[in-house]
Antibody
Framework: EVQLVESGGGLVKPGGSLRLSCAASGFTFSAYTLNWVRQPPGKGLEWVSSVSSSSSYVYYADSVKGRFTISRDDADNSLHLQMNSLRVEDTAVYYC???????????????WGRGTLVTVSS | QSVLTQPPSLSGAPGQRVTISCTGSSSNIGAGYDVHWYHQLPGAAPKLLIYANTDRPSGVSDRFSGSRSGTSASLAITGLQAEDESSYYCQSYDNILSAWVFGGGTRLTVI
C-alpha cells in the first residue's frame, strides 16, 4: 500500500523557520515526482512546490519562492520542505502528495498524506 | 480569488444527478491542460476522484464522471448518496502562472 506520512509541523513565530518531512513507502520512491500542497484553515488547496525524480527539476509557487526549499532523499524515501522567513499567511495544513513518473504539466496528485499543521503566529 | 472558478456550494436530494462546474481560461483549461478532480471529507486529506478529464482511478464508483470542453470542465455525480457529501476540487495547470492550480472548492450537501 502506498503511504505518505508528514511530520515537522508546529507553532512558529513570524520570521521563523521550520522543516517538514514526508516519509514514503509502498512504491519505488525514486521514480516519482513529489509535491507539497497546502490548505489554510477553512480554505481551499494551494500547490506549493514540486521536485522531479533525481531532483533534476524543482518548482515553486510565487508565494513561497525564495523562502521555501524542496528536497528529496531517495536513499531513505523522504521528501522535505525547508521553510524560512515564515509569514502568518503560511499558516496551513501541508500535504505531501505523489505526482507521476514525469513532471508534466498535466500531472495529478495521488495519493496524499494526512498532512501536518503549520501555525505561524506571534 | 482562485484561477479556476467553482460554485462554493451545491445541494441535491438522494438519487439525483448534480454537476459541479470548473471554469478556467485560455491559459489553463483552454490551453489543453488536463483537469483532475478530488474530494475531501472534513478533517481528511484530499483523494483523487477523476484524472485526465474523464478517467476514474481503480475503486472509484462509476457514478462519478468528468468532462472538459473549451475553457471549462465538469464533474457529474449520479444517483446521489449521503456519503457523497464532501468538498470537491478541480485542478489543472496554468501556463501564465507556471503553476499547478486548484479551484476554490465546492461543498456538496445531500439534503
Amino acid at each position: 500500500e502506498v503511504q505518505l506520512v508528514e511530520s515537522g509541523g508546529g507553532l512558529v513565530k513570524p520570521g521563523g523557520s521550520l522543516r517538514l518531512s514526508c516519509a514514503a513507502s509502498g512504491f519505488t520512491f525514486s521514480a516519482y515526482t513529489l509535491n507539497w500542497v497546502r490548505q489554510p484553515p477553512g480554505k481551499g488547496l494551494e500547490w506549493v512546490s514540486s521536485v522531479s525524480s533525481s531532483s533534476s527539476y524543482v518548482y515553486y509557487a510565487d508565494s513561497v519562492k525564495g523562502r521555501f526549499t524542496i528536497s528529496r532523499d531517495d536513499a531513505d524515501n523522504s521528501l522535505h520542505l525547508q521553510m524560512n522567513s515564515l509569514r502568518v499567511e503560511d499558516t496551513a495544513v501541508y500535504y505531501c502528495a505523489r505526482g507521476g513518473r514525469v513532471i508534466g504539466a498535466s500531472k495529478w496528485f495521488d495519493p496524499w498524506g494526512r498532512g501536518t499543521l503549520v501555525t505561524v503566529s506571534s | 480569488q482562485s484561477v479556476l472558478t467553482q460554485p462554493p456550494s451545491l445541494s441535491g436530494a438522494p438519487g439525483q444527478r448534480v454537476t459541479i462546474s470548473c471554469t478556467g481560461s485560455s491559459s489553463n483549461i483552454g490551453a489543453g491542460y488536463d483537469v483532475h478532480w478530488y474530494h475531501q471529507l472534513p478533517g481528511a486529506a484530499p483523494k483523487l476522484l477523476i484524472y485526465a478529464n474523464t478517467d476514474r482511478p481503480s475503486g472509484v464508483s462509476d457514478r462519478f464522471s468528468g468532462s472538459r470542453s473549451g475553457t471549462s470542465a465538469s464533474l457529474a455525480i449520479t444517483g446521489l448518496q449521503a456519503e457523497d457529501e464532501s468538498s470537491y476540487y478541480c485542478q489543472s495547470y496554468d501556463n501564465i502562472l507556471s503553476a499547478w492550480v486548484f479551484g476554490g472548492g465546492t461543498r456538496l450537501t445531500v439534503i
